[in-house]
Nanobody, 126 residues
Framework: QVQLVESGGGLVQAGGSLRLSCAAS????????MGWFRQAPGQEREFVAA????????YYTDSVKGRFTVSRANTKMTVYLQMNSLKPDDTAVYYCARARVMYRSSGRAIGDYAYWGQGTQVTVSS
């Protein structure tokens, strides 16, 4: 059974940085794209970033481009989200997810992902 565990969230002042990690266990890791999503209170879960199975390609929602960087270490079965220049609007629970289909390019839709972590809270104070 695939399990994903996020870590690295916390409270940070605006302009600060955090690095989220998502450790996978079970199943195959290096054949699947990985994604990061977030959900703020009262809002729908939204796409943040994704990285292809090889790590060669990455994708971002417009609001985080130039501030966030997604990466992966397949030998460690871990995906990362480096978040810089954080804003209060970035406050949310952040989730990592594993793609549904092997070797497919990274998706932006929730339905593109089959396995989800429990989430980690990121709070950015003004």
């Amino acid at each position: 059974q695939v399990q994903l565990v996020e870590s690295g969230g916390g409270l940070v002042q605006a302009g600060g940085s955090l690095r989220l990690s998502c450790a996978a266990s079970g199943g195959t890791f290096d054949s699947y794209a990985m994604g990061w999503f977030r959900q703020a209170p009262g809002q729908e879960r939204e796409f943040v970033a994704a990285i292809s199975w090889s790590g060669a390609n990455s994708y971002y929602t417009d609001s985080v481009k130039g501030r966030f960087t997604v990466s992966r270490a397949n030998t460690k079965m871990t995906v990362y989200l480096q978040m810089n220049s954080l804003k209060p609007d970035d406050t949310a629970v952040y989730y990592c997810a594993r793609a549904r289909v092997m070797y497919r390019s990274s998706g932006r839709a929730i339905g593109d992902y089959a396995y989800w972590g429990q989430g980690t809270q990121v709070t950015v104070s003004s």
